[in-house]
């Protein structure tokens, strides 16, 4: 009696699964990542007895736009839908004579009756349908509880250290591989599988990988400050610092980042700040600049003070002054230098426009050779060609500024005449002489000059 019992009950769980289903995914809200899909019941539908977890063969599953569907059979994976639109299961295996030939259908399902019939009755099987929200998870805030380390590089002034910043924004994130994130993140969900299971450990990988990713910013030569203008690279970089733990691991990659502020302490900005200003005043003409108003914010102040009198006052200023050993004066004559002759900052002249030769470094001869320091051409053995604008002040140093950059001198208000201190002898024109005399051969230098 009791097998009885078992066949009549085989034989109507496969006659109740003999219809072909439709399953579909009728909404899906932003926080949810995985969602299980749904057999279509409705009241003219009389299919109402079969098996749960059991896709008929021929069945239809609609996937829609931002959605990925995977059919899992006896928990492994065995079909993958990305695209959006109608997909046929025609390879389950649960028969039916609805599908696939009537002949073929009806052989396989009484094959299907003797396994039931072994299970008792019931199914030894389950299948399952699960959709994956491929939209950008938006909205996932994250924040610096401690500072994180930042090395601040500014090419322009030598400046190299490591600061520590805060960082508060939001990022997006999208699944990109479907199947490593059933595997190895959600597995076999019951109903639905939302994105606050994930969250705080996403949140603490982000903010672990933050570290190594402003490093690869930062050689980039983006100030901290400027972050929330680089977000793409930022974004990039924390791609590939978690690309092997993200996206080979959990199927998920970082879409965007946003920052909303970032901070640095106060004493690290005041140091930026102080290095980046003391930088400047390198320069000869801005360090003048800075001290003239020095000197003029003192001389207000010594104006004001009527306790010790002004003049007191205005005679210690002196004597400060005095005992720095520069003046704004030497300063603006040190940057008047830096502009013709050795350049400000220490780098130094190359080629003058027309081929002739800079204050310092080579020339370049007609034949194109170029690098020469010598009076002759290495090449062609051409003499070096003569430099226009350029004076010999009588310390014998040759310029092309308003002062010496040996003495110190002013240059002469008239063009300088010349005649051999040797012999007495003059050229035609006084104003050029030639590099020796033509009479006993002495160079003609600074001592040449006609006092």
């Not at 749960?52 to 006896?74: K, P, W």
């Not at 903010?207 to 972050?227: C, E, H, K, N, W």
């Not at 909303?260 to 600049?289: C, F, G, H, W, Y």
Request: charged letters at 20%.
């Amino acid at each position: 009696m009791g097998l009885l019992k078992v066949g009549v009950s085989a034989a109507q769980s496969v006659l109740a699964d003999q219809w072909r289903e439709y399953f579909y995914c009728p909404s899906m809200a932003a926080d949810v990542l995985v969602k299980k899909g749904e057999k279509r019941q409705e009241k003219k539908n009389l299919n109402n007895k079969g098996s749960d977890n059991i896709i008929t063969n021929g069945s239809v599953i609609a996937v829609n736009e931002g959605q990925c569907m995977i059919i899992v059979d006896q928990g492994a994976i065995a079909e993958v839908c990305t695209e959006a639109g109608e997909f046929v299961y025609d390879t389950s295996t649960e028969p039916t004579i609805f599908y696939g030939g009537f002949g073929e259908g009806l052989k396989r399902s009484f094959e299907q009756f003797k396994v039931r019939f072994t299970f008792g009755g019931g199914m030894g099987k389950d299948q399952r349908v699960y959709f994956f929200n491929t939209k950008e998870i938006m909205g996932n805030k994250y924040g610096t509880a401690s500072p994180v380390p930042f090395r601040v590089v500014d090419r322009n002034i030598g400046l190299d250290i490591d600061i520590s910043i805060r960082c508060h924004g939001e990022y997006s994130y999208r699944i990109t591989n479907p199947i490593l994130f059933y595997k190895n993140i959600c597995g076999n969900v019951e109903s639905v599988y939302t994105r606050d299971k994930i969250d705080s450990q996403l949140r603490s990988e982000l903010l672990t990988a933050l570290q190594p990713a402003f490093a690869r910013i930062s050689d980039m030569g983006v100030r901290y400050s400027a972050l929330p203008g680089h977000t793409a690279e930022l974004s990039n970089a924390l791609n590939e610092v978690l690309s092997d733990k993200w996206g080979g691991k959990y199927g998920i990659a970082i879409s965007a980042v946003g920052v909303s502020s970032v901070k640095a302490s106060e004493e690290d900005e005041k140091m930026i700040k102080e290095l980046q200003r003391n930088a400047t005043l390198r320069n000869p003409n801005m360090a003048a600049a800075h001290l003239v108003d020095a000197q003029a914010q003192a001389m207000k102040s010594a104006a004001a003070n009527t306790s010790t009198g002004p003049m007191m006052a205005f005679a210690g200023m002196n004597m400060a002054g005095n005992a720095g050993g520069m003046n704004a004066q030497n300063l603006f004559a040190m940057g008047q230098q830096g502009q013709y002759g050795q350049p400000a900052g220490g780098q130094q002249q190359g080629q003058q426009a027309g081929g002739q030769p800079g204050n310092t470094g080579g020339w370049t001869c007609s034949c194109g050779a170029t690098g020469n320091t010598g009076k002759f051409c290495s090449e062609c053995g051409k003499p070096r060609p003569e430099e226009d604008g350029f004076w010999i002040c009588s310390c014998g140093a040759k310029n092309k500024g308003k002062f010496c950059s040996e003495c110190g001198k002013p240059k002469p208000a008239g063009v300088p005449q010349y005649k051999c201190d040797k012999c007495g002898w003059e050229p035609k024109d006084p104003t050029k002489p030639p590099k020796f005399c033509p009479e006993c051969g002495d160079p003609f230098d600074g001592g040449d000059i006609k006092r």
